[in-house]
T-cell receptor
Framework: ETGVTQSPTHLIKTRGQQVTLRCSSQ?????VSWYQQALGQGPQFIFQ???????GRGNFPPRFSGLQFPNYSSELNVNALELDDSALYLC????????????FGSGTRLTVV | GNSVTQMEGPVTLSEEAFLTINCTYT??????LFWYVQYPGEGLQLLLK?????DKGSNKGFEATYRKETTSFHLEKGSVQVSDSAVYFC?????????FGAGTTVTVRA
């Protein structure tokens, strides 16, 4: 059983640029969630995708957007990057049901300069 | 407000010491509860979970008991190792997401 894979592992972008982060979900998981973890903080929920549609969103502006594909993989897109977007971006896959754990990837470390 | 409150630390221990990290939750029912661990430079790993009241989750020598009377899910390990140095997060599902505590940084010295 493969786990959650994220790419790239590290990325440096300039303020104002756009970035796309990618995530392959664990085999058998049809739900993907994205989290932002600033240095020294806990993860903050960005949004969740189920059946290729966004079905929940945290307190993030519209310049954070995403996609889920038929194979359940997902992308996170961030437009007009700001310095405060520098963080570890974590993808988690799961199956519906609160008792099920979420499997996290190793994350993408984004640095905006 | 946050539905999970966690002892923030940081916590520094010697090898073989006893570790406890407090976590309490607020909820109208009995949600599943999780402990995640984040080793330096890595993502989150599920350490253990409990899906109903009075359940005990355990893994790698860590234990946590879901206590509805005190709405708590404290993490314990009887004898820590240097390799247990990490950040530990208590979490519960809330709507369609995981709500995390602030995290507790644990450093174990040889």
């Amino acid at each position: 059983e493969t786990g959650v894979t994220q790419s790239p592992t590290h990325l440096i972008k300039t303020r104002g640029q756009q970035v796309t982060l990618r995530c392959s979900s664990q085999s058998g998981h049809n739900t993907v969630s994205w989290y932002q973890q600033a240095l020294g903080q806990g993860p903050q929920f960005i949004f969740q995708y189920y059946r290729e549609e966004e079905n929940g969103r945290g307190n993030f502006p519209p310049r954070f957007s995403g996609l889920q594909f038929p194979n359940y993989s997902s992308e996170l897109n961030v437009n007009a990057l700001e310095l405060d977007d520098s963080a570890l971006y974590l993808c988690a896959s799961s199956t519906p049901g609160q008792g099920n754990g979420y499997t996290f990837g190793s994350g993408t470390r984004l640095t905006v300069v | 407000g946050n539905s999970v409150t966690q002892m923030e630390g940081p916590v520094t221990l010697s090898e073989e010491a006893f570790l406890t990290i407090n976590c309490t939750y607020t909820a109208t029912g009995y949600p599943s509860l999780f402990w995640y661990v984040q080793y330096p430079g890595e993502g989150l790993q599920l350490l253990l979970k409990a899906t109903k009241a009075d359940d005990k989750g355990s893994n790698k020598g860590f234990e946590a008991t879901y206590r509805k009377e005190t709405t708590s899910f404290h993490l314990e390990k009887g004898s820590v190792q240097v390799s247990d140095s990490a950040v530990y997060f208590c979490a519960r599902p809330r709507d369609y997401k995981l709500s995390f505590g602030a995290g507790t940084t644990v450093t174990v010295r040889a």
